[in-house]
């Protein structure tokens, strides 16, 4: 049995102007920890045995954490397109539009349609790649969406945009 996975789908590159500004600020604070970890780590080294070392074990494996991230920021950031323009067409979903949804119970939930580097379930922020943004997208107000989700279809009614 193979560990092999398939690569992931491309994500979009597509960002708000906030949502790079908070990726650049996070690239700027990562550097300065991993300078504090390489500390931590060497006067962890330097306490002798490192087998059975904890603090050692534990910087080594916070800084490859740290190096993940600091090479995954350094890739995307130079790809990503900022989208800082309203459409045209306000009455029509696109990137960056605050969409209010009714459900079937009359329940109504508002989402966000964010790049994929910014969504947040608590802010209601959704990525422009999730199933329910692409649902949504180029719809109208007053449209009717169905969704395939794992439950069953869902059906929501677009009751307001914003931009």
């Known amino acids: 049995m193979s560990r092999y996975r398939p690569p992931a789908p491309k994500k979009s590159p597509y960002i708000t102007p ?17 300078r ?15 087998s059975e ?6 910087r080594k494996k916070e800084l490859r954490e740290i190096d993940r991230r600091i090479r995954y920021l350094q890739k995307r950031l130079p790809e990503l397109q900022v ?17 209010q949804l009714m459900d079937e119970d009359e329940t109504l939930v508002t989402y966000r349609i964010v790049g994929p580097d910014e ?5 209601h922020y959704i990525s422009v ?3 329910l943004a692409r649902s949504l997208l180029k719809r109208e ?16 009614y677009i009751a307001d945009i914003e931009y």
């Open 18 to 34: 906030a949502g790079k500004r908070a990726l650049q600020d996070e690239q700027k604070a990562i550097w300065l920890r991993r």
């Open 36 to 50: 504090e970890v390489v500390a931590a780590l060497s006067a962890a080294a330097a306490e002798g045995d490192r």
């Open 53 to 58: 070392n904890a603090e050692y074990i534990y």
């Open 83 to 99: 989208v800082e323009h309203k459409p045209a067409n306000r009455e029509q979903v696109f990137f960056g539009a605050t969409v």
């Open 119 to 123: 969504f947040d379930r608590e802010a």
């Open 129 to 131: 790649d999730s199933p």
């Open 141 to 156: 107000l007053g449209d009717e969406v169905e969704v395939d989700v794992p439950s069953g279809l869902q059906r929501y």
